[in-house]
């Protein structure tokens, strides 16, 4: 797993990772599933799922509707809230969560190219959320009221920098701005954010966005959040 024996012994105090006890010898213990949630890298299968042809996700990360996405996000925020070294700072990673989520539903409505809904699934060990959608992506969606962006870059900037909105008053359309100023305010999160050809990087604590050709180019969008 990579992890010292100290950083065990703190995961099993705190809940974070929970071994059981053998009274035999006092050794700690942990189930085979256990360790191969931990190993699984979600980020890659979220990847995978945005680009290969179109088939449903694992039920388990598939969120169909937002309401389907609301019930697993109250459960998320649920298992945070039991962890100590989360406990301060819990309601601020599912309200980033909650954004990006929403911001899937909110601008793919009724247009989704083949499957609707998103991927949405974490990691509680390894301190990282992400989600996926095989939606529109950022370029598509707001050349929608901005039809002079030239590429999937200049959409990334945009979206995390302006308020764009089709709708009046000019209320919606904040949602990742919102993301951006939480991060930037707090020397607690980081995020990747990918849609298209481009990817953006804010690191914990920074107000800088680095923002560069993607390797990939990714249908919809994919965030993946570090905690």
């Not at 088939?55 to 996405?69: M, N, R």
Request: aromatic share 10%.
């Amino acid at each position: 797993m990579g992890v010292s024996k100290d950083t065990l012994r703190r995961w099993d105090k705190s809940g974070k990772l929970k071994a059981v006890r053998q009274q035999e010898d006092g050794y700690r213990y942990y189930p085979k599933e256990t360790i191969e949630l931990y190993l699984m890298d979600i980020s890659a299968i979220a990847k995978k799922w945005v680009t290969d042809p179109p088939v449903l996700p694992e039920a388990e990360y598939y969120c169909s509707d937002s309401l389907v996405f609301k019930t697993r996000l109250s459960r998320l925020e649920n298992e945070l809230s039991k962890i100590d070294e989360v406990k301060n700072i819990f309601p601020l990673v599912t309200a980033i969560v909650g954004e990006i989520g929403n911001n899937s539903y909110d601008h793919n409505l009724g247009n989704w190219p083949d499957i609707r809904g998103i991927f949405f699934a974490y990691d509680l060990n390894k301190q990282q959320i992400v989600l996926a959608d095989r939606g529109q992506g950022l370029l598509k969606t707001l050349r929608k009221v901005r039809p002079g962006l030239r590429d999937d870059k200049e959409a990334l900037e945009v979206a995390f920098t302006e308020v764009i909105s089709s709708r009046m008053p000019e209320a919606r359309g904040n949602g990742l701005k919102f993301v951006r100023q939480v991060i930037s305010d707090n020397n607690l999160f980081s995020i990747e954010y990918y849609s298209g050809d481009a990817k953006l990087i804010i690191k914990q604590g920074s107000e800088k966005l680095n923002i560069e050709n993607s390797d990939v180019n990714y249908p919809g969008c994919i965030s993946i959040i570090k905690y």
